[in-house]
């Protein structure tokens, strides 16, 4: 426990370094002030943009724009920062050979792949906590989120995701020694799984849906129950990701 605590301090001491934590806060920040923002003032850029002669009754925006917004800045720009901001997590540290003189030490080489797995986790969990109360406050300003259902299992499951992805991530930075193999890895099955998600009987399982379909939550055109086989088969694939990046990194030559 003791290496597990001091591993970890130095990944984030790392990340402090770096600045990495300072560019996610403010990112995150910035997507979480856009989104209510951008819902509130489309009508307006629209109808600035329109020849004088086209004339829109656009409906007046609400919470739903809004979110709708977050949900989507999160999945198109978000998860892609996070993903890139980490696609050297591992690969750095075999190219500057950093990790074989801790591990000559005495560090166990498990205590490397949860550590690094607990610090993009607590990075990624306080970015996206932050991003979310922003969006939250300046809904509340101009509108209600009176009107909006499981708001909070809907931002959950978008959580879960964002941390297959770091498993994939860190699980492909285990398998490869670049950090383009470590995208193209966590790319490639983020593919495979809106290809998946063309086949009718393994939809409800598919783990991509946790970062499609959260309008439909809010707009209680689903419930919580429907999203609970994705949420097990994510749950289950965090776990042996994890437990494969453990073991092959075992064997791993450095």
């Given at each position: 426990?003791?290496?597990?605590?001091?591993?970890?301090?130095?990944e984030f001491c790392?990340?402090?370094?770096?600045?990495?934590?300072?560019?996610?806060?403010?990112?995150?920040?910035?997507?979480?002030?856009?989104?209510?923002?951008?819902?509130?003032?489309?009508?307006?850029?629209?109808?600035?943009?329109?020849?004088?002669?086209?004339?829109?009754?656009?409906?007046?925006?609400?919470?739903?724009?809004?979110?709708?917004?977050?949900?989507?800045?999160?999945?198109?720009?978000?998860?892609?920062?996070?993903?890139?901001?980490?696609?050297?997590?591992?690969?750095?540290?075999?190219?500057?050979?950093?990790?074989?003189?801790?591990?000559?030490?005495?560090?166990?080489?498990?205590?490397?792949?949860?550590?690094?797995?607990?610090?993009?986790?607590?990075?990624?969990?306080?970015?996206?906590?932050?991003?979310?109360?922003?969006?939250?406050?300046?809904?509340?300003?101009?509108?209600?989120?009176?009107?909006?259902?499981?708001?909070?299992?809907?931002?959950?499951?978008?959580?879960?995701?964002?941390?297959?992805?770091?498993?994939?991530?860190?699980?492909?930075?285990?398998?490869?020694?670049?950090?383009?193999?470590?995208?193209?890895?966590?790319?490639?099955?983020?593919?495979?799984?809106?290809?998946?998600?063309?086949?009718?009987?393994?939809?409800?399982?598919?783990?991509?849906?946790?970062?499609?379909?959260n309008m439909s939550l809010l707009k209680?055109?689903?419930?919580?129950?429907?999203?609970?086989?994705?949420?097990?088969?994510?749950?289950?694939?965090?776990?042996?990701?994890?437990?494969?990046?453990?073991?092959?990194?075992?064997?791993?030559?450095?």
């Amino acid at each position: 426990m003791k290496a597990y605590m001091a591993f970890t301090k130095k990944e984030f001491c790392g990340c402090l370094r770096t600045y990495k934590l300072l560019i996610i806060l403010i990112v995150f920040t910035f997507i979480g002030m856009i989104s209510p923002i951008t819902a509130k003032i489309m009508p307006d850029i629209i109808d600035t943009f329109m020849p004088d002669n086209i004339h829109f009754n656009l409906p007046e925006p609400t919470a739903f724009d809004a979110w709708a917004q977050f949900f989507k800045n999160m999945t198109q720009m978000g998860l892609i920062i996070l993903v890139i901001m980490f696609s050297g997590i591992m690969t750095k540290e075999y190219h500057q050979g950093t990790l074989i003189h801790v591990l000559t030490k005495g560090l166990p080489r498990h205590v490397v792949i949860l550590s690094k797995f607990t610090m993009t986790v607590v990075l990624w969990t306080v970015s996206y906590l932050l991003c979310f109360l922003v969006t939250y406050a300046y809904t509340l300003y101009f509108w209600s989120n009176d009107t909006v259902s499981n708001l909070i299992f809907s931002v959950m499951c978008l959580w879960v995701f964002g941390i297959l992805l770091l498993a994939l991530l860190l699980l492909g930075g285990v398998l490869f020694n670049n950090t383009y193999g470590s995208l193209l890895f966590t790319g490639g099955l983020v593919v495979f799984f809106m290809m998946l998600n063309l086949i009718q009987g393994f939809q409800k399982y598919n783990p991509i849906n946790l970062s499609t379909h959260n309008m439909s939550l809010l707009k209680a055109v689903k419930t919580a129950s429907d999203f609970m086989p994705a949420i097990i088969v994510s749950s289950t694939m965090i776990i042996v990701t994890i437990i494969a990046a453990i073991m092959i990194f075992n064997k791993k030559q450095l």
